[in-house]
């Protein structure tokens, strides 16, 4: 299965934005969301299981990040609310390895082409 990150854009600080992850088939597996900033490492944004379960968020996005699927699209949605700068980085979804999840990279495949959010100040 392949999985397609989609919405990003450009925005100023407090807009809001929702990123879409796309499977190309039906698909049995939870999702999660990373970023990556310029020169930074690969980090954990949010994640639910297939259930819709087991989600999970940051700590610096929690209350304002919100993630949702849609079972009929095939769609995970990451609604991300009051953006500010720090939030500027390429957006990726992937799927788990397993049901247990987790919050690091080693814990998901199927990497999906990510998406850049840029948030003006």
């Known amino acids: 299965v392949q999985l397609q990150a989609s919405g990003g854009g450009l925005v100023q600080a407090g807009a809001s934005l929702r990123l879409s992850c796309a499977a190309s088939?039906?698909?049995?597996?939870?999702i999660g969301w990373f970023r990556q900033a310029p020169g930074k490492g690969r980090e954990f944004v949010s994640a639910?299981?297939?259930?819709?379960?087991?989600?999970r968020y940051a700590s610096s996005m929690k209350g304002r990040f919100t993630i949702s699927r849609d079972y009929a699209k095939r769609t995970v949605y990451l609604q991300m609310n009051n953006l500010k700068p720090e939030d500027t980085a390429i957006y990726y979804c992937?799927?788990?390895?397993?049901?247990?999840?987790?919050?690091?990279?080693?814990?998901?495949?199927?990497w999906g082409q990510g998406t850049q959010v840029t948030v003006s100040s």
């Open positions: 992937a799927a788990m390895r397993s049901i247990a999840g987790g919050v690091r990279s080693d814990d998901y495949d199927n």
């Open positions: 088939e039906r698909t049995s597996f939870g």
């Open positions: 639910m299981g297939w259930s819709g379960g087991s989600i």
